[in-house]
């Protein structure tokens, strides 16, 4: 369908911009071997030197695991609560629907700060101790509208007669939702669910003020950025951070392989699949 | 904030209901006479590297408390984590090592309580000047021990700023226009107006620190002047390094801690206290009134005030001791560096360093009320840098 | 079974997210931005219960920066959206509808990745490519062009905020780009409309949910930022996010604090509502 020339241009265009994407992070890569902890350009030497340090430093690590806990515990709410508040959204027509919309957004369009100190004060008013769950509550109130915007999306574009095809064929609800739902929804689950673990793993300013005395990942990395000493080992660690999720972001990837059937088929190919 | 919840009559309803803690529990009925039983963690609000493993490591092993930090990048957090929870630490956070312009406020704002001063063997020791200065002693009350301090100084690059920078007339002339820096700190109008009280004396401002609207209209219109000429504000230490070494920036006021790392870095820079003088900061471990491991809290201030651990600590960091016995041991970490870090100064030195003090409207120059408070200070700086 | 009775359904589905937002997140908003009506007791710090418009007065007051602050906010957030939108559209549709498979596999991770790197750390590497002895300044010298001297100015701000964004509009936009049928592309050809046509009428409009989609993350992320501005920006370059910062911390001026945070509030109400004028929330 596309012309020649278009998709030249397009491929193109889509290298430059993965481009732009990774220059900076491979400029980060070869600040991890910087022998200097300033950073300058180009670097003085090359060392491994800050891999050890990072290595032995047990705030790293523990830091590492709990932004990985606590990413874990926020992706899950927020595609618990986001999907349902998209598909009753999607679905239903009601009094008040746009400013749910409107409610779910505030806190990522609010200042980090505002959040914090709102959920700090509600904490205290509760009297809940800061725990890693104070941590989570306050990102899965930002990374819930995530999860919801890119369900919504999708499920603008699809049609519920899809659902009602389903079970005129006699599928029962465990069949619909895997044969039906699931494709139909698995991109954008698995995106926004990516997506809003890489907004809580990345979460600072919301994170000082619902944190007791845990330290998140980002939190180190701001006082190591503050301090300067040991600046190279925050290159390090994202380094490290970026090599390690290669594995899961691209089987996220693969289990969404196949949907592209709907849009190929059109509608009479879930069927045809199906039987 | 619960200062603010009381007022909602139904907010209060739902609280009688679930258990909140109760502001003011803690050591706050008077001083205690001696310091008891460790608790086993001590969780602190800091400068980065103001508990240094090197020399805190000793500490948890000889007292068993556990220290829990908070790395704070600017006063103003420090203040605001302090306010948290409720205030007074929020019932989280024992000490805070706030510096003169964050002290008074967490003084005037509650969230402090004093602190008994024979307790902490070290203060004895102390220049006399540290011993009760303005910004943590009021009315004869101790709020804290102090702890580090260091000026606020002129940083050059040797290459290409000749000749070496006499005045902080350098860093308010067109000469290096788009290469200066300074702090993104509304503390940097006292700088300002340390500047004026030198070459304009007509302003009649006796310190630096208390100025009258009249007089912080000048500041604020200097400062307005100073703006096209910055390349930008620096927000922490590292800033300001990486743009000295990079070349964004030849001249700008910073501390010894930044000239340190960028000689070490091999970068051609050095610093100087101009002749107008200078103003600098000091640094309290300050008690919170809520705070849940006050004995602990004691322990650690008696630790670190001592003449070895201050010289560790003024190494690490690039700052100077208030406790003079530090001296020799600076010299055996690093020769030379109690005259490098100005320890072994006569008295006389720091009456040309106006430390750091929170405005407040009380004069004490003038005998009146009619200062700028530092919520005024705030809105200045805003205007200067909005 | 899962038609009985729709609006219970409605109910159902939306009670367990809305009722923990509005018990968590929103009562403790609507306790601010009631405190935004009182004001400050300058002396001692506390908050004084008088109800008045002095803090609204003072934000809208010309003479004061803080409007100026907020009009520089909203248009560096508005130009980064239209930045990366335009960014991510052709990637996006590349990604979704000329990839081959194990291509797709491979942009979407190569899309993603980034995301894990810490923001912060990021963006303290585009300090240093954008410095003056940083990599950009290394390699126009060395194909003989001067300097650039972008760092610390509201240039550098849009260029890094378009670049931490990014992933968050190209997801949006690919999500949508793969959902249009083929049959639709097939007949608009038949029906002898060329490719810009096609784009016009047909693609674009379908894939309108998920711009809106990826604008919001992308608007309402710079909107409520302030740590940007204090890595990267220059000396006009404060967001609303660093003036409300800088409040919260003397004397707990938060009253004044929650006036200024009303603005992105409102903002981001009139964005939504524009959103939904351009039709981008109705299925059609």
């Given at each position: 369908?596309?012309?020649?020339?278009?998709?030249?241009?397009?491929?193109?265009?889509?290298?430059?911009?993965?481009?732009?994407?990774?220059?900076?992070?491979?400029?980060?890569?070869i600040?991890?071997f910087?022998?200097?902890?300033?950073?300058?350009?180009?670097?003085?030497?090359?060392?491994?030197?800050?891999?050890?340090?990072?290595?032995?430093?047990?705030?790293?690590?523990?830091?590492?695991?709990?932004?990985?806990?606590?990413?874990?515990?926020?992706?899950?709410?927020?595609?618990?609560?986001?999907?349902?508040?998209?598909?009753?959204?999607?679905?239903?027509?009601?009094?008040?629907?746009?400013?749910?919309?409107?409610?779910?957004?505030?806190?990522?369009?609010?200042?980090?700060?505002?959040?914090?100190?709102?959920?700090?004060?509600?904490?205290?008013?509760?009297?809940?101790?800061?725990?890693?769950?104070?941590?989570?509550?306050?990102?899965?109130?930002?990374?819930?509208?995530?999860?919801?915007?890119?369900?919504?999306?999708?499920?603008?574009?699809?049609?519920?007669?899809?659902?009602?095809a389903?079970?005129?064929?006699?599928?029962?609800g465990?069949?619909?939702?895997?044969?039906?739902?699931?494709?139909?929804?698995?991109?954008?689950?698995?995106?926004?669910?990516?997506?809003?673990?890489?907004?809580?793993?990345?979460?600072?300013?919301?994170?000082?003020?619902?944190?007791?005395?845990?330290?998140?990942?980002?939190?180190?990395?701001?006082?190591?950025?503050?301090?300067?000493?040991?600046?190279?080992?925050?290159?390090?660690?994202?380094?490290?951070?970026?090599?390690?999720?290669?594995?899961?972001?691209?089987?996220?990837?693969?289990?969404?392989?196949?949907?592209?059937?709907?849009?190929?088929?059109?509608?009479?190919?879930?069927?045809?699949?199906?039987? | 904030?619960?200062?603010?919840?009381?007022?909602?009559?139904?907010?209060?309803?739902?609280?009688?209901?679930?258990?909140?803690?109760?502001?003011?529990?803690?050591?706050?009925?008077?001083?205690?006479?001696?310091?008891?039983?460790?608790?086993?963690?001590?969780?602190?609000?800091?400068?980065?590297?103001?508990?240094?493993?090197?020399?805190?490591?000793?500490?948890?092993?000889?007292?068993?408390?556990?220290?829990?930090?908070?790395?704070?990048?600017?006063?103003n957090?420090?203040?605001a984590?302090?306010?948290?929870?409720?205030?007074?630490?929020?019932?989280?956070?024992?000490?805070?090592?706030?510096?003169?312009?964050?002290?008074?406020?967490?003084?005037?704002?509650?969230?402090?309580?004093?602190?008994?001063?024979?307790?902490?063997?070290?203060?004895?020791?102390?220049?006399?000047?540290?011993?009760?200065?303005?910004?943590?002693?009021?009315?004869?009350?101790?709020?804290?021990?102090?702890?580090?301090?260091?000026?606020?100084?002129?940083?050059?690059?040797?290459?290409?700023?000749?000749?070496?920078?006499?005045?902080?007339?350098?860093?308010?002339?067109?000469?290096?226009?788009?290469?200066?820096?300074?702090?993104?700190?509304?503390?940097?109008?006292?700088?300002?107006a340390?500047?004026?009280?030198?070459?304009?004396?007509?302003?009649?401002?006796?310190?630096?620190?208390?100025?009258?609207?009249?007089?912080?209209?000048?500041?604020t219109?200097?400062?307005?002047?100073?703006?096209?000429?910055?390349?930008?504000?620096?927000?922490?230490?590292?800033?300001?390094?990486?743009?000295?070494?990079?070349?964004?920036?030849?001249?700008?006021?910073?501390?010894?801690?930044?000239?340190?790392?960028?000689k070490?870095?091999?970068?051609?820079?050095?610093?100087?206290?101009?002749?107008?003088?200078?103003?600098?900061?000091?640094?309290?471990?300050?008690?919170?009134?809520?705070?849940?491991?006050?004995?602990?809290?004691?322990?650690?201030?008696?630790?670190?005030?001592?003449?070895?651990?201050?010289?560790?600590q003024?190494?690490?960091?690039?700052?100077?001791?208030?406790?003079?016995?530090?001296?020799?041991?600076?010299?055996?970490?690093?020769?030379?560096?109690?005259?490098?870090?100005?320890?072994?100064?006569?008295?006389?030195?720091?009456?040309?360093?106006?430390?750091?003090?929170?405005?407040?409207?009380?004069?004490?120059?003038?005998?009146?009320?009619?200062?700028?408070?530092?919520?005024?200070?705030?809105?200045?700086?805003?205007?200067?840098?909005? | 079974?899962?038609?009985?009775?729709?609006?219970?359904?409605?109910?159902?589905?939306?009670?367990?997210?809305?009722?923990?937002?509005?018990?968590?997140?929103?009562?403790?908003?609507?306790?601010?931005?009631?405190?935004?009506?009182?004001?400050?007791?300058?002396?001692?710090?506390k908050?004084?219960?008088?109800?008045?418009?002095?803090?609204?007065?003072q934000?809208?007051?010309t003479?004061?920066?803080?409007?100026?602050?907020?009009?520089?906010?909203?248009?560096?957030?508005?130009?980064?959206t239209?930045?990366?939108?335009?960014?991510?559209?052709?990637?996006?549709?590349?990604?979704?509808?000329l990839?081959?498979?194990?291509?797709?596999?491979?942009?979407?991770?190569?899309?993603?990745?980034?995301?894990?790197?810490?923001?912060?750390?990021r963006?303290?590497?585009?300090?240093?490519?954008?410095?003056?002895?940083?990599?950009?300044?290394?390699?126009?010298?060395?194909?003989?062009?001067?300097?650039?001297?972008?760092?610390?100015?509201?240039?550098?701000?849009?260029?890094?905020?378009?670049?931490?964004?990014?992933?968050?509009?190209?997801?949006?936009?690919?999500?949508?780009?793969?959902?249009?049928?083929?049959s639709?592309l097939?007949?608009?050809?038949?029906?002898?409309?060329?490719?810009?046509?096609?784009?016009?009428?047909?693609?674009?409009?379908?894939?309108?949910?998920?711009?809106?989609?990826?604008?919001?993350?992308?608007?309402?992320?710079?909107?409520?930022?302030?740590?940007?501005?204090?890595?990267?920006?220059?000396?006009?370059?404060?967001?609303?996010?660093?003036?409300?910062?800088?409040?919260?911390?003397?004397?707990?001026n938060?009253?004044?604090?929650?006036?200024?945070?009303?603005?992105?509030?409102?903002?981001?109400?009139?964005?939504?509502?524009?959103?939904?004028?351009?039709?981008?929330?109705?299925?059609?």
């Amino acid at each position: 369908m596309e012309t020649r020339a278009t998709r030249i241009g397009l491929a193109t265009w889509s290298v430059l911009v993965i481009l732009f994407l990774w220059i900076p992070l491979v400029i980060i890569a070869i600040y991890a071997f910087n022998s200097s902890n300033v950073q300058s350009w180009p670097i003085p030497g090359w060392t491994f030197h800050w891999f050890r340090v990072a290595w032995h430093n047990d705030d790293a690590r523990n830091s590492l695991l709990l932004s990985v806990k606590v990413g874990a515990a926020t992706t899950g709410i927020a595609i618990v609560l986001g999907t349902m508040a998209a598909t009753a959204i999607a679905r239903f027509n009601f009094f008040g629907r746009e400013s749910v919309s409107f409610l779910l957004v505030l806190p990522i369009a609010l200042p980090g700060i505002i959040t914090g100190m709102a959920l700090n004060s509600f904490y205290v008013f509760a009297g809940l101790g800061f725990s890693m769950w104070t941590i989570v509550i306050g990102h899965a109130t930002f990374c819930v509208v995530i999860v919801y915007n890119n369900v919504l999306a999708r499920l603008r574009r699809s049609s519920t007669s899809l659902l009602e095809a389903s079970s005129d064929l006699g599928a029962d609800g465990w069949q619909t939702f895997w044969f039906v739902v699931w494709p139909v929804l698995s991109v954008a689950l698995v995106a926004g669910g990516l997506l809003a673990f890489a907004l809580s793993f990345d979460e600072v300013v919301v994170t000082t003020f619902t944190a007791g005395a845990q330290q998140t990942l980002p939190i180190f990395i701001l006082d190591n950025l503050r301090q300067g000493q040991q600046l190279p080992i925050i290159n390090v660690v994202a380094f490290v951070v970026i090599v390690l999720t290669v594995f899961p972001v691209a089987l996220a990837q693969r289990l969404t392989q196949d949907t592209g059937v709907i849009r190929r088929g059109g509608t009479a190919a879930v069927v045809a699949k199906e039987a | 904030m619960i200062r603010i919840k009381r007022a909602h009559v139904l907010a209060a309803v739902v609280a009688a209901a679930l258990c909140v803690p109760a502001a003011g529990i803690g050591a706050g009925h008077g001083v205690p006479t001696k310091v008891g039983k460790g608790e086993g963690a001590l969780n602190v609000i800091e400068w980065a590297a103001y508990t240094d493993p090197s020399f805190a490591k000793a500490f948890q092993k000889q007292t068993g408390c556990v220290i829990h930090r908070k790395d704070a990048g600017s006063s103003n957090e420090m203040v605001a984590l302090m306010r948290s929870g409720g205030g007074g630490g929020g019932g989280q956070y024992d000490l805070v090592s706030a510096s003169g312009d964050a002290s008074l406020r967490l003084i005037y704002g509650g969230d402090v309580q004093p602190v008994n001063v024979n307790l902490i063997p070290s203060w004895k020791q102390f220049l006399p000047i540290f011993k009760s200065p303005a910004h943590n002693t009021v009315g004869g009350v101790h709020y804290g021990v102090s702890v580090q301090w260091g000026p606020n100084t002129l940083i050059y690059n040797t290459k290409s700023v000749k000749p070496a920078p006499t005045t902080w007339g350098a860093i308010y002339s067109s000469k290096y226009k788009g290469k200066i820096t300074v702090p993104n700190n509304p503390i940097q109008i006292a700088d300002a107006a340390l500047y004026l009280m030198k070459t304009q004396p007509k302003l009649g401002i006796k310190d630096p620190y208390e100025l009258t609207k009249s007089q912080l209209d000048s500041a604020t219109s200097l400062l307005k002047k100073q703006k096209p000429l910055l390349k930008r504000y620096w927000n922490s230490a590292t800033d300001e390094i990486s743009d000295f070494k990079n070349g964004d920036v030849l001249i700008g006021a910073g501390w010894p801690y930044q000239t340190l790392q960028l000689k070490a870095a091999k970068a051609p820079v050095a610093e100087t206290i101009p002749r107008e003088g200078a103003t600098g900061w000091a640094d309290t471990w300050m008690l919170a009134k809520r705070a849940p491991h006050p004995n602990c809290a004691y322990k650690w201030m008696a630790y670190v005030t001592q003449p070895q651990i201050e010289a560790k600590q003024a190494l690490v960091f690039g700052e100077t001791p208030v406790n003079p016995k530090a001296c020799p041991y600076m010299n055996k970490l690093q020769k030379g560096s109690c005259a490098a870090y100005h320890l072994n100064q006569p008295l006389s030195y720091y009456s040309t360093i106006h430390f750091w003090k929170t405005p407040v409207a009380k004069c004490g120059w003038q005998k009146s009320d009619s200062c700028m408070d530092y919520n005024a200070w705030q809105q200045a700086w805003t205007q200067v840098t909005g | 079974m899962l038609w009985r009775r729709p609006w219970l359904k409605a109910l159902g589905l939306l009670t367990p997210p809305m009722a923990a937002f509005l018990l968590v997140y929103v009562g403790a908003l609507v306790v601010l931005f009631v405190s935004s009506f009182w004001t400050v007791d300058s002396f001692t710090g506390k908050v004084i219960h008088h109800w008045g418009l002095s803090n609204y007065r003072q934000i809208f007051d010309t003479s004061q920066p803080y409007l100026r602050i907020a009009g520089r906010t909203i248009g560096i957030a508005a130009a980064v959206t239209v930045t990366d939108a335009v960014l991510a559209f052709p990637l996006g549709y590349f990604m979704a509808r000329l990839a081959k498979p194990r291509m797709r596999a491979l942009l979407f991770v190569m899309v993603l990745l980034p995301l894990w790197s810490s923001y912060l750390v990021r963006i303290y590497a585009w300090r240093t490519i954008l410095s003056h002895d940083g990599a950009i300044n290394w390699a126009l010298n060395g194909i003989g062009l001067p300097d650039q001297n972008i760092a610390y100015t509201n240039w550098a701000m849009w260029i890094v905020f378009s670049y931490v964004w990014l992933p968050f509009m190209v997801v949006p936009v690919y999500a949508a780009l793969e959902r249009i049928p083929n049959s639709y592309l097939e007949a608009s050809a038949d029906m002898g409309a060329r490719g810009s046509r096609t784009l016009r009428s047909i693609i674009v409009p379908l894939a309108l949910p998920g711009i809106v989609a990826g604008s919001i993350f992308t608007f309402s992320l710079t909107l409520g930022d302030f740590i940007t501005p204090l890595l990267v920006g220059g000396p006009s370059s404060s967001f609303i996010g660093n003036v409300v910062y800088d409040f919260i911390g003397i004397n707990a001026n938060i009253p004044f604090a929650a006036a200024f945070a009303v603005v992105p509030v409102l903002v981001m109400g009139i964005y939504l509502t524009i959103a939904r004028r351009l039709g981008a929330f109705e299925a059609f």
